[in-house]
């Protein structure tokens, strides 16, 4: 992983949602910089990396987000990990 120190979980859980629909519930955390809100909502757009010297194509989040949210109609959110990285949390 190019933005974590040293620590990276993935953790998923079944639940179900107000209308007793099962979902999934995946939460993805590191140690690394984090991201604030305003750097999620620019790097989730397709061809926006966070550095020009990292490699990459910046469409990794953005793949993610229509999957989750248009095909799956779920949702994606970012926050705070509680190493003090960036915590992406997937429901479908």
């Known amino acids: 992983h190019k933005w ?3 620590v990276i979980t993935v953790s998923a ?5 107000d209308s007793d629909r099962a979902r999934v519930e995946i939460v993805i955390e590191d140690d690394g910089p984090g991201l604030s809100d305003d750097q999620f909502e620019h790097l989730i757009k397709r061809g926006v990396t966070a ?3 990292q490699a990459g194509q910046g469409i990794g989040l953005a793949v ?8 799956y109609g779920g949702q994606m959110a970012i926050g705070e990990s ?4 960036a915590l ?3 429901v479908v």
Not at 64 to 71: A, F, G, P, Q, S
């Open 4 to 6: 974590a120190e040293r």
């Open 64 to 71: 993610v987000r229509e999957i989750v949210e248009e095909l």
């Open 82 to 85: 509680r190493f003090g990285g």
């Open 88 to 90: 992406l949390r997937l």
């Open 51 to 53: 550095e020009s010297n």
């Open 13 to 17: 859980i079944q639940r179900a949602d």
